[in-house]
C-alpha cells in the first residue's frame, strides 16, 4: 500500500481546473488496499483520497450566494468532492503509466446529494472519497463533506475517463 500527500503544485500538474475554479487546497492523502498503478479495475475498489479545500470570504461567489448569510452553494460542494476523488486516479495516471494528458477525469453523474450543515467563509471543508466500482473508464465514489467533526454533505458520484483529442486540447489553449 502507497500513501500520497500533494500540495498546490502537484494538484495543478494533475487537475486541468484554475482559480477561481481550481477547488482542492490540499491532497492529504491517497490511499489504497491494493498497490493502485496496475490495470484491474477490481484493484481499484476501495481507494480513498482526504482533501481539504479552505473557504475564504474572498470567494467570488460569496458576494451573491447570500450577502447576509454567506454559504458555500450545493453545486460547488459537489464539484469539489469530483476534484478530490479524481485524485483516486492519480497513482495510475501520474506515477506508474504516465497517462495524464491522455485522458481527462469527467463528472458524469450524482446520486443522493445531501447538504446537512451550511458550509460558511472560514471553514475548512474536508473531503473523504472512497471508489466504489470501476469499469476500465467508468468510476463510482462515495464522498462526504466534513467541517470538524460534523458530517456537512455527502454524495454519490460516477466519473468517465475520457480521451482528450486534438480539439479538445485545442480549446484550452
Known amino acids: 500500500m502507497s500513501e500520497y500527500y500533494l500540495e498546490q503544485k502537484e494538484i495543478q500538474k494533475f ?4 482559480p477561481p475554479f481550481l ?9 489504497g488496499p491494493n498497490t493502485m498503478i496496475d490495470d484491474q479495475p477490481k484493484n481499484k475498489l476501495g481507494i480513498k483520497v482526504v482533501g481539504i479545500k479552505n473557504v475564504s470570504m ?8 447570500f450577502p447576509e448569510f454567506a454559504i458555500m452553494p450545493g453545486v460547488l460542494i459537489l464539484e469539489t468532492m469530483a476534484q478530490v ?9 501520474m506515477l506508474e503509466n504516465n497517462v495524464r494528458g491522455r485522458f481527462q477525469c469527467v463528472l458524469v453523474g450524482v446520486d443522493q446529494a445531501r447538504f446537512r450543515i451550511p458550509v460558511t467563509p472560514g471553514d475548512v ?7 466504489t466500482g470501476c469499469r476500465t473508464y467508468l468510476w463510482s ?20 475517463l475520457m480521451p482528450v483529442t486534438e480539439k479538445s486540447s485545442e480549446k484550452k489553449e
Not at 487537475?15 to 484554475?18: A, I, M, N, S, T
Not at 477547488?23 to 490511499?31: A, E, P, T
Not at 476523488?85 to 495516471?93: G, I, K, L
Open 15 to 18: 487537475l486541468p481546473h484554475r
Open 23 to 31: 477547488l482542492v487546497d490540499r491532497i492529504l492523502s491517497v490511499s
Open 58 to 65: 474572498n470567494e467570488p461567489h460569496f458576494m451573491g450566494h
Open 85 to 93: 476523488a479524481s485524485f483516486s486516479m492519480y497513482p495510475y495516471m
Open 125 to 131: 471543508l474536508r473531503i473523504e472519497t472512497e471508489v
Open 141 to 160: 465514489f462515495l464522498c462526504k463533506g466534513y467541517v470538524g467533526e460534523k458530517l456537512v454533505a455527502e454524495a454519490k458520484i460516477m466519473a468517465n
